[in-house]
């Protein structure tokens, strides 16, 4: 198994994992939030197209983490965060976990 590390980022919006990069097969994805707030996970396919959105309420800020495969997702996805809440949300760092 290998990794693609992500470093810090901060969204109001939306934040793309490198820059909307299209993982093959990722296996999973851990990510670090510096803060609390409700946010969505988004996977879409290789042609933009989002796939699955799965709310996480982050309460404390910490580590969450998303298995692919508990999901049914067997493809190439790229991987992002929605902002669900009123404040700025900051990613202090993260995985993709591949094969």
Same mark, same amino acid.
């Given at each position: ?14 934040? !793309? @994992? ?5 993982? /093959? ?6 990510? +670090?939030?510096?803060?609390? =707030?409700?946010?969505? !996970? @988004? ?5 933009? /197209? ?6 996480? +309420?982050?309460?404390?800020? =910490? ?37």
């Amino acid at each position: 198994m290998t990794t693609h590390h992500f470093g810090q980022g901060s969204f109001k919006n939306e934040l !793309w @994992v490198n820059n909307n990069s299209v993982f /093959k097969k990722p296996i999973g994805v851990d990510v +670090e939030f510096v803060g609390a =707030g409700a946010f969505d !996970w @988004v996977f879409d396919d290789e042609n933009g /197209k989002e796939i699955r959105t799965l709310r996480e +309420e982050n309460a404390h800020g =910490g580590w969450h983490s998303m298995d692919f495969k508990s999901l049914g997702l067997f493809n190439n996805y790229s991987i992002g965060f929605r902002n669900v809440s009123p404040s700025e949300l900051t990613i202090k760092q993260g995985d993709v976990r591949l094969p």
